[in-house]
């Protein structure tokens, strides 16, 4: 028995000396620091309630988090992040405004695309729209083989707007398209390329418009028609088959379309390809990037060590393009800059991101009523969204870039070139 003692005392020691030198290695946490305004908004992470409203600073575990602040009257803010061990993440966020705004858009028949100032929205109808900006707006709706519609409206706060409309088919007269170029089957090497025709009535009276729709691969942007009905437009392509169509509306309200166009694409997808679009016909829009080096791409540098931007169009609607055909490990940051409202009272921006050649996602419209000529206001910056490049995998984050990266940007931002 006294053995057995022994032998178990021993077993104890040994066990207890055991734990006292085990190696044991620090466990790892990483910080976050969150603050808004208005202060208050309740904190979110990863879906969990943290039991905290801002400001507060949390010890979190490294690797990748969605961050969501709740506050009342507001938009919810929703960030995600990556945040390595033993570092701090911290998120400044602006809250918006939560908008009592309802448009609600039907048509007979049913299944129209529609398109809010400019802009299509990625739905058809019937549809409800909330949290539109108050104020006066034009709404279009288009279903192949009927007539396109557009509505000028005017959103207030608390009342819900309507619009129903009954779609017919076209009758003359309608505008006729002839486009001399590029021509059905043509190839190209280079993504850039012009778009060259005329607009006419079908019973040969001239087109009296001044804009029509051109549809790149069902990505719709206004194009502007001179007295005599000429268009001359400078676009994008992507690699590989591309469709462009053109339509717009007779003096009745007719609408015309083209025939499709097909042209190739000769040439590798970007691994990143970010299109800007706008919907005024003078504004100058600039798309800005910024590589993982901090290397500055827009209209006075269009050439960085591993991407370009192929056009800088000054005098309306776009496509500006920014491309890097093989991306580099880390943040590339985007964003759009209103340098000229020119006669236009607004701008409205939307861009896509492809990766690949595939659409990863659509951002806007977004509303310019203030321009700044060399980037000095923040209100004619949009900051669109961060891609992050991880062993030759992109994402689209909320990553930011380094702290010396930041204060570049802020530094770029400020000292923008005159055109």
Same mark, same amino acid.
């Given at each position: 028995?006294?053995?057995?003692?022994?032998?178990?005392?021993?077993?104890?020691?040994?066990?207890?000396?055991?734990?006292?030198?085990?190696?044991?290695?620090?466990?790892?946490?990483?910080?976050?620091?969150?603050?808004?305004?208005?202060?208050?908004?309740?904190?979110?992470?990863?879906?969990?309630?943290?039991?905290?409203?801002?400001?507060?600073?949390?010890?979190?575990?490294?690797?990748?988090?969605?961050?969501?602040?709740?506050?009342?009257?507001?938009?919810?803010?929703?960030?995600?992040?990556?945040?390595?061990?033993?570092?701090?993440?911290?998120?400044?966020?602006?809250?918006?405004?939560?908008?009592?705004?309802?448009?609600?858009?039907?048509?007979?028949?049913?299944?129209?695309?529609?398109?809010?100032?400019?802009?299509?929205?990625?739905?058809?109808?019937?549809?409800?729209?909330?949290?539109?900006?108050?104020?006066?707006?034009?709404?279009?709706?288009?279903?192949?083989?009927?007539?396109?519609?557009?509505?000028?409206?005017?959103?207030?706060?608390?009342?819900?707007?309507?619009?129903?409309?009954?779609?017919?088919?076209?009758?003359?007269?309608?505008?006729?398209?002839?486009?001399?170029?590029?021509?059905?089957?043509?190839?190209?090497?280079?993504?850039?390329?012009?778009?060259?025709?005329?607009?006419?009535?079908?019973?040969?009276?001239?087109?009296?418009?001044?804009?029509?729709?051109?549809?790149?691969?069902?990505?719709?942007?206004?194009?502007?028609?001179?007295?005599?009905?000429?268009?001359?437009?400078?676009?994008?392509?992507?690699?590989?088959?591309?469709?462009?169509?053109?339509?717009?509306?007779?003096?009745?309200?007719?609408?015309?379309?083209?025939?499709?166009?097909?042209?190739?694409?000769?040439?590798?997808?970007?691994?990143?390809?970010?299109?800007?679009?706008?919907?005024?016909?003078?504004?100058?829009?600039?798309?800005?990037?910024?590589?993982?080096?901090?290397?500055?791409?827009?209209?006075?540098?269009?050439?960085?060590?591993?991407?370009?931007? =192929?056009?800088?169009?000054?005098?309306? @609607? #776009? +496509?500006?393009? %920014?491309? /890097?055909?093989?991306? $580099?490990?880390?943040?590339?940051?985007?964003?759009?800059?209103?340098?000229?409202?020119?006669?236009?009272?607004?701008?409205?921006?939307?861009?896509?991101?492809?990766? =690949?050649?595939?659409?990863?996602?659509? @951002? #806007? +419209?977004?509303? %310019?009523? /203030?321009?700044?000529? $060399?980037?000095?206001?923040?209100?004619?910056?949009?900051?669109?969204?961060?891609?992050?490049?991880?062993?030759?995998?992109?994402?689209?984050?909320?990553?930011?870039?380094?702290?010396?990266?930041?204060?570049?940007?802020?530094?770029?931002?400020?000292?923008?070139?005159?055109?």
């Amino acid at each position: 028995m006294k053995k057995l003692f022994y032998f178990s005392l021993v077993l104890l020691i040994a066990a207890f000396f055991t734990g006292c030198f085990e190696s044991t290695s620090p466990s790892e946490s990483a910080t976050l620091e969150v603050e808004s305004v208005p202060s208050g908004a309740t904190i979110y992470l990863d879906g969990d309630p943290a039991r905290l409203v801002t400001p507060a600073t949390l010890e979190i575990d490294p690797g990748d988090h969605e961050l969501r602040l709740v506050l009342e009257g507001y938009q919810d803010y929703i960030e995600t992040f990556n945040v390595a061990d033993g570092d701090t993440y911290t998120v400044s966020a602006d809250l918006v405004v939560s908008l009592n705004t309802t448009l609600h858009v039907y048509t007979a028949p049913s299944g129209a695309s529609v398109y809010i100032d400019g802009a299509y929205t990625g739905y058809t109808t019937p549809v409800t729209f909330t949290n539109i900006v108050p104020g006066y707006h034009f709404v279009r709706v288009y279903l192949p083989g009927y007539n396109e519609i557009v509505n000028y409206i005017n959103i207030v706060e608390n009342i819900p707007y309507t619009i129903s409309e009954t779609l017919y088919t076209p009758v003359p007269p309608y505008p006729e398209f002839t486009i001399d170029y590029p021509y059905d089957g043509q190839h190209f090497t280079d993504n850039v390329i012009d778009v060259e025709g005329y607009i006419e009535l079908n019973t040969g009276d001239p087109f009296t418009g001044d804009t029509a729709i051109l549809s790149i691969n069902g990505i719709d942007s206004e194009i502007s028609v001179d007295y005599y009905g000429y268009f001359d437009e400078m676009i994008s392509i992507a690699a590989g088959t591309n469709e462009l169509q053109m339509r717009a509306n007779g003096p009745n309200g007719d609408t015309g379309v083209s025939d499709i166009v097909t042209v190739h694409g000769d040439f590798t997808a970007p691994e990143i390809e970010v299109v800007l679009w706008w919907n005024t016909p003078t504004s100058d829009l600039d798309l800005h990037a910024w590589n993982p080096d901090g290397e500055h791409c827009y209209y006075s540098n269009p050439m960085i060590s591993d991407g370009y931007l =192929d056009i800088d169009d000054v005098e309306g @609607y #776009g +496509p500006e393009t %920014f491309a /890097v055909q093989t991306a $580099n490990l880390g943040i590339y940051e985007i964003q759009i800059n209103c340098y000229s409202l020119d006669s236009d009272n607004y701008a409205d921006a939307s861009v896509q991101v492809f990766f =690949d050649g595939t659409l990863q996602a659509n @951002y #806007g +419209p977004h509303h %310019f009523i /203030v321009d700044d000529f $060399n980037g000095s206001d923040p209100a004619a910056w949009w900051e669109v969204c961060t891609i992050t490049v991880t062993n030759g995998r992109c994402t689209i984050s909320n990553d930011q870039p380094s702290l010396e990266i930041r204060e570049k940007i802020a530094l770029d931002k400020t000292n923008l070139p005159v055109k």
